[in-house]
Each structure stands twice: as C-alpha cells, then as structure tokens.
C-alpha cells in the first residue's frame, strides 16, 4: 500500500497521528474513534513512508485477542503478506525477555488452579489462618496488587481484617520462595522479574533498547505502575514511545491500573505531542451526550469535546419497576419483540456484578431465551453460602454425611468439636450420649437437632428462609463477611437468589433438578461464541465490544454505583464503569432499575440523573 492510501480517509486528528515519528506521542481515543484503525495505519506508515525496519517497532496490548486481531488486521492492511512487527501483550513480550536471559518457557507459568494448589500448601503450615477458597483467592489478589505496584509485603494493610500482618508476610515470602525452588512464575513476576533485571543488568536493558527502537502501547490508560515502569526503561533516551487510550475508560483499579498514569504523562514526558480523536463512530448522538454528560462530572480527566460521528436520534430509555421479578420480566420481553427485527447475538444484557450476570442467565432460561455468558460465571449454588445451605437441606432430609454436617455444624458457633465426629455419617442422638459432652454443647446441638426436624416437613422456601434467618446463618454469615472485610450487600444478595430461586419449584427435590439443569446450561453457554444468543457479561466484560442494543438492569444505588465505593476516586470509576457500559451501545439503550426489593424501597442510580436522563 502506498504511503498516499494509507492516509486516506482519515480524520485531521487521525492523519496526525498516523504522520507521527518520532519522540513520544498521545492519542486521547474515546470509544468508537477508532484507534485499532490509527494505530495500524501509523505501522504501515512508518514502514512504508520513513523506512523503520519492522522488526524494531514493539506494539504491546493487555489482551492476546487484541494483539491477534491488530497484527491480523495490520497484515491485510499491507497486502497479506506477513510482518516482523512485533505484536503482543505485556506478559508476553516480558515472558520472552526473561525466556532469554532464565530459560522459561511457558510450562514454567502458573495457572490459578496451579497457584491456589501452592498456596494452599504453604497455609497448611499456619493453623491460624483458613485455607478455603475465598481466603486463597483474596491472598492471591493482595499479592497482585503489592507486585503490580512495585510494594513489598510489609505494605499490607492488616486492618483488612484478613489475616494478621505478621502471619501474611511470612506466608507471602514462603509462597515465592516455594515458586523460586520449583523454578516457576506466575504472570505478576513476569512483570516484577523484568524490571528486576533490567535495573541490576543496564547491559541487556540497553540490548533491548536498540532491538525496540519504537515503541506502541494500546489501552494505555489500564497500564499499572510497574508495567509502565518497564515500559519507560525500554523507551529509553529515544523516548520513540506512542501511547493510545482514553481515561474516561480507566476501569481496572482492582487490578492496580491507575487512570493519574497517562493523566501524568504529558508531565514524564514534556516534548510529548498530543492529540485527541474527537468523533465515536459507533453510537448515536443521544447515546454519546448522555454518556459524555455522565463521565463529564469526573474531575480527575482530561477536558475533550467528543462527538458522534454518526447520525441517528434513538432516545435512551429509562425505565423503573416495582420489584426485581417484574424487571426481569421486562427485560425477556423487550429482547423477544426486538428478535422480530435483528439477531439475539446483536443485544446485550451487561451488568455491575457477576451475580447480576447469574440472575439474570436464570431468568433468560425460563424463557427459553438462549444466551451466551462471555466470563466465566460461576453459579451462586457453587458458592459457599448456597453450599452451606443445601448440606443443611440435605442433612434435614436424611442425607446424614459426615462432610454434609462439617459444613454448617459451627455456623453459627456451637463449639461442637471436629475430633468427636469419628463416623462417615452423623447421629446427633448419638453425639448427645457422649458423657464427655459439656451442657452448653449439649444444649447447642438439641437446638440444632430441633431445626433440622423442622426443615424436614417445610416447603423449600419457607425452609430456605428458615435457615436464613430462624437459625442464624445469615446474622453468622454477616459477622463472617465484615470481619474478612467482604461486601454484605453482595451476600444479602447472594441470599435472595438461593431463596427466591425455591419459589417456583418445590419438593426439594424438583429444586434440586432446576439447580442441576441450570447449572448445566450455564456451563454449555459460554462453549459457542458465534451461535445466535444473547451476551451476557459485566460492564467491565463489555469493554472494547459494541451491540446493536444494550440493556443495563440493576441501575440502583448500592450496584452502581457500588456500596462500598465510598471516596470520590472510587465514585470516579464506578462513573468511568457506567460510561463504558452505555458506550457499548450502536443503536438503542436501555436503563432498568427497581423501585423495591423484597419490599424495601430502592433508588435509581445519581448516573442516571448525571446523564441527563
């Protein structure tokens, strides 16, 4: 392609930064501008018109789709021909730093069963710390957010109320002393290993410098510190850096990207030249108003006047119901009358939570709705809170497994002791003739003996409402969650889908075949991405995807924003997660939110007002 094609059709503020050399560069591109498009162009461009060897130019990505589609769409660009550009993600580009210097390969990579297996080994050790699923992953993501901003484990927080602060440091530098002996990594190393190396060996720094001479970063604005650390030490004195990303779209700060980075760009790098992609291509211009009248309200931004590049004059539309069940209702109608005129596969359903997304894939199975659920969502009946409370059921009702009653036995406290359970079935009668037994105990299990009878003869919901709340389990379950500082809006939550879920089917038994049968289509829904089906996914899911229709459910205080965003960074994403979210939408977008839950009256979301709507 000549050097006068590529540059055709392009936009003045795209043909900018597709002419753009040399020393660093930003390119601010809000959603639907088309910076996929500008970045390839520049490639072709600097191939083709100043003659840059490709093999010296690094484009880096947070995602493998997003280098294989770029690097696809870059090779049609020139012809079909193949490219010695170097397209890839952070972790990859580091793994291949270090694959040279250390031998790894990708067998020596982690993957989280891996990792969890280890950890889990090194628990073992301290008594006084659980080894459950929920406590392995909250030290596995503590462990990324120190690695991924540069911090020893002496900065942990023990007022988190996990573990104690002595206990997580030990534990923390036996887990990578275990990964160092077994010579492996897991994909925060990567990361901290090469900025490791290139600051105690300036030799191999500078033989990378000179092998990436120019260097692109795409969705600049997810980067972390260390990485962008990194990336700055390859950049080296050339400074030949070329970033492109919007900061209304800093979304990931559970994962440590942190928006101030490319906020503070212009200062790291003073002679950088900037540019801003003014028009979304994708959306219409109600879409594009409210949504850049909502992300409008953040202070901690750059000031850019976008416009839709498009027209159209579909409104936004809101609307509130008076109770979840009946927004659910709304929501399956509205995506059958639109399947009358366009594909399922064209709507999108996104969501806040992933309990959001697990409702609302039960509710499109009722109705026969065929779905496809884009993350991996896992089924609140997987949980620990369901789990709990289907081995009490399932003790209630005959199911006398020792495992069934090790779960609930102590929840809430009853100080009945593990080591007096020597049989793979319990008989509470029998525990009661142990002349060893304390009163107190004795009292706590013909209470316990008492409710499991009760179950027995009850109605699955009225016995699931029974062990929320006439025995204790949600009141122990809240104390459980804020002492391991967990969110309890999400367990109340949690709570109202196993119970509600009880309502249309009893005997337990017929429940239990609806959790089977529904655990089965969701685990079938995710295997065919190109059948025809509504995607269901979180607004962070979502990002970097466009749907004809878009559909935001659960639009109230306490989900979006979040509960538990409380400070005004925090509101500042939570306002950046929403602005993603209706930005998805080409055509038609639908905000829904309830009036009441469960009796309890609710609001509609302060973004919804923001926005204008």
């Known amino acids: 392609m000549k050097s006068e094609d590529i540059i055709s059709g392009l936009s003045p503020e795209q043909e900018k930064a597709v002419r753009h050399k040399d020393g660093p560069m930003m390119v601010l591109a809000g959603p639907g501008s088309g910076k996929t498009f500008v970045i390839t162009r520049r490639i072709a461009y600097m191939v083709q018109e100043h003659g840059i060897d490709p093999g010296s130019i690094l484009v880096i990505t947070f995602t493998k789709a997003a280098a294989m589609e770029m690097e696809e769409r870059f090779i049609k660009l020139c012809g079909g021909s193949g490219s ?48 459950d699923t929920s406590t392995i992953d909250d030290l596995l993501r503590i462990f990324s ?18 573990i104690d602060r002595e206990d997580f440091i030990n534990i923390f530098n036996e887990y990578h002393r275990l990964l160092k002996a077994e010579h492996k990594l897991d994909f925060d190393d990567m990361v901290l290993d090469t900025y490791r190396l290139f600051k105690e060996r300036p030799e191999i720094l500078a033989a990378w410098q000179k092998r990436y001479r120019y260097i692109l970063v795409d969705e600049f604005q997810d980067i972390n510190p260390m990485q962008y650390k990194v990336v700055r030490m390859l950049a080296g004195g050339d400074e030949n850096l070329f970033i492109v990303g919007d900061d209304d779209q800093s979304i990931y700060g559970f994962r440590s990207a942190d928006p101030g980075i490319m906020l503070g760009f212009p200062e790291d790098y003073p002679k950088a030249k900037r540019v801003t992609l003014k028009e979304n291509f994708r959306s219409t211009p109600p879409i594009v108003d409210a949504a850049l009248m909502l992300v409008g309200r953040n202070r ?15 409104a936004v539309f809101v609307m509130g119901f008076d109770e979840r069940s009946l927004e659910g209702k709304a929501v399956c109608e509205l995506i059958e009358k639109a399947h009358e005129h366009m594909n399922y596969k064209n709507m999108a359903l996104l969501f806040r939570t992933h309990s959001g997304a697990e409702y609302y894939s039960r509710a499109l199975s009722g109705a026969g709705i065929p779905f496809y659920v884009k993350e991996k969502i896992s089924s609140v009946f997987a949980g620990s809170t369901a789990q709990d409370m289907l081995a009490i059921l399932a003790f209630a009702h005959g199911d006398r497994q020792r495992k069934h009653f090790l779960r609930f036995m102590n929840k809430p406290m009853r100080y009945i002791r593990r080591a007096s359970l020597t049989k793979e079935t319990v008989d509470i009668d029998e525990l009661l003739k142990d002349p060893r037994l ?88 995710g295997k065919d991405k190109d059948r025809d089906a509504v995607q269901i996914m979180t607004m962070h899911g979502s ?35 929403f602005y993603v979210a209706m930005t998805r939408a080409r055509d038609k977008l639908f905000i829904f939110y309830q009036k009441k839950n469960a009796g309890v009256n609710m609001s509609p979301s302060r973004f919804i007002k923001e926005a204008g709507l």
Not at 147 to 153: A, E, F, H, I, Y
Not at 154 to 159: D, F, K, L, T
Not at 483 to 506: N, P, Q, V, Y
């Open 84 to 131: 010695d550009v170097n397209f890839g993600t952070f972790h990859a580009i580091f793994l291949g730093i270090l694959k040279e210097c250390f031998h790894y390969d990708r067998s020596n990579i982690l993957d989280e069963a891996q990792k969890r297996r280890y950890l889990k080994s090194v628990l073992g050790g301290y008594g006084a710390v659980e080894d």
């Open 145 to 162: 957010g120190l690695k991924n901003d540069g911090l020893p484990p002496e900065s942990y927080n023990a007022g988190m109320g996990l």
């Open 300 to 314: 901690s931004r750059f000031m850019k006047k976008l416009k839709a590049g498009r027209k159209g004059n579909n």
């Open 438 to 525: 304390k009163a107190a105990v004795a009292a706590q299990l013909k209470g316990l003996r008492f409710h499991l009878k009760s179950l027995a003869d009850m109605p699955t919901y009225a016995a699931l409402m029974y062990i929320r709340k006439g025995m204790g389990y949600e009141a122990w379950a809240r104390t459980d969650a804020v002492e391991k500082g967990r969110d309890t809006a999400e367990l109340e939550e949690e709570f109202d889908i196993i119970c509600d879920s009880a309502k249309a089917h009893d005997p337990y038994s017929e429940w239990l075949e609806s959790i089977a049968a529904y655990e089965r289509e969701l685990k079938d829904s």
């Open 543 to 577: 990002k970097g995807l466009e749907y004809s229709m878009v559909i935001l459910p659960d639009v109230n205080e306490g989900m979006v924003p979040q509960k538990k965003a409380r400070e005004e960074k925090e509101i500042e994403e939570e306002r950046r997660i």
